[in-house]
């Protein structure tokens, strides 16, 4: 079973990299092939909001280690207020400049949290079980980022 969230980890992860490219590739289209391009830049935007959370839980069955889980977690809470960042340009506009120093910052993260991943593959020893503590912070982290990023009924 290690194994498996081994593999199912560093396959997200690395997932999740090739998301954050690609939303740089859509904000390149709305730039400068058509504004009309910047709803794929806005949606997929919102839709990898909430992706660190399935790296974070494959980091804590793939027995990841305290390091990657704090990493997987880090890259959670910070992909999490990207898109906010944006959304407040309106009413704090210096505050909605940093969304892309976040994306930057997010991209150096994934890929950081996806090499972590790959060098885990390769090793041979299943490792410390995760720890109660560590399984307490992917559920608190997991549930308040569900509670606060999920749309509320209007």
Known sequence: MVRGARYAYVALAWAFVAGVIVQVFFIGLG?????????????IGWLLHLGPLPV?????????????????AALAVLVFFVPILAAVR??????????PVGA????????????????????????????RWQWMLVALV???????????PD
């Open 31 to 43: 730039l400068f092939v058509g504004r009309e391009n910047l709803a794929l830049h806005f949606y």
């Open 56 to 72: 974070l839980v494959a980091a804590a069955f793939a027995r990841a280690g305290r390091t990657q889980i704090m990493q997987s």
């Open 104 to 131: 930057v910052l997010a991209f150096w993260l994934a890929t950081v949290v996806a090499r972590g991943a790959a060098a885990l593959v390769g090793t041979a020893e299943t490792g410390a079980p995760t720890t």
């Open 142 to 152: 997991v549930v308040i980022l569900l509670v606060l990023g999920l749309p509320s």
């Open 90 to 99: 309106t009413d704090l506009p210096f505050v909605a400049a940093f969304h």
